[in-house]
């Protein structure tokens, strides 16, 4: 699935949180792991973008926004997204993620002999090809933001 380039000003249609996770429990001993993203539906044109972050998104109607990301059947989600009006700009992990690929590339060497390094070398191509792709992304944002802002909105 290719990644789409996305600028344009801004319509906020949505603004929401999701939040994931689980909680469990018994004998009195309840743990779990619950996080939250901050999520924002807006309109760009006459596309559906919907923007996913942990921190909170600054975007108010009429920003010019630029994003990256992939056509879903609902819109295009992306997560690697700049506001050019408040200078703000969210990118994608790629160091870290090209570090876990490489880390588990690296165990599923090693593990091979015991035939459980297959699983963990699939596991280590997945990470390695959303790291590519979270590059290319990252990529793509900082060449649209390099040329300058169109004049009828500046």
């Known amino acids: 699935m290719a990644l789409e ?8 249609l949505n603004s929401d949180v999701e939040t994931h996770g689980y909680v469990g429990g018994s004998g009195g ?3 779990g792991h619950v996080h939250s993203f901050r999520a924002v539906t807006v ?3 006459e596309r559906i973008v919907m923007l996913r ?15 990256v990301g992939r056509r879903k059947s609902n819109g295009i989600h992306s997560s690697v997204f700049a506001n050019r009006n ?7 992990p790629t160091a870290l993620m090209y570090a876990l690929g490489a880390m588990s590339m690296l165990l599923g060497l090693m593990t091979l002999i015991f035939l459980i390094g297959i699983p963990v070398i699939g596991f280590a191509v997945y990470v390695l090809y959303y790291a590519r ?3 290319q992304a990252n990529a793509m944002l900082d060449e649209a933001l390099s ?6 909105i500046a």
């Open 133 to 135: 792709q979270f590059s």
């Open 147 to 152: 040329r300058p802002m169109p004049a009828t």
């Open 29 to 31: 001993n309840v743990r």
């Open 43 to 45: 309109e760009v044109g």
């Open 86 to 92: 408040r200078q703000t700009k969210t990118q994608a």
């Open 53 to 67: 972050d942990k921190d909170p998104i600054i975007l108010a109607d009429g920003d010019w926004l630029v994003a």
């Open 5 to 12: 380039l996305i600028q344009g000003q801004v319509k906020i």
